[in-house]
């Protein structure tokens, strides 16, 4: 099993070993990404609810100018 591989068989063995490292530090960081996704999505959506609320508020308060009266 000592056995000498070809060029072509150590970069391919090369490459693959570096495809696997990539796809399981991946798969390893994926729980962390969705957290961090998550987060960011649920704060979002906070803003968002916060910035509607505000908007009506400033609605209510400020009469509307559509059709203003000329005296």
Not at 14 to 39: H, M, N, W, Y
Not at 53 to 62: D, K, S
């Amino acid at each position: 099993m000592n056995e000498r591989m070809s060029k072509s068989r150590e970069r391919a063995e090369a490459a693959f070993g570096l495809t696997q490292t990539q796809f399981l530090t991946r798969t390893r960081e994926s729980p962390k990404i969705d957290q961090v996704v998550t987060a960011r999505n649920e704060k979002t959506a906070r803003l968002r609810a916060m910035r509607l609320q505000q908007e009506a508020n400033t609605a209510i308060e400020t009469p509307s100018r559509a059709n203003p009266i000329n005296d």
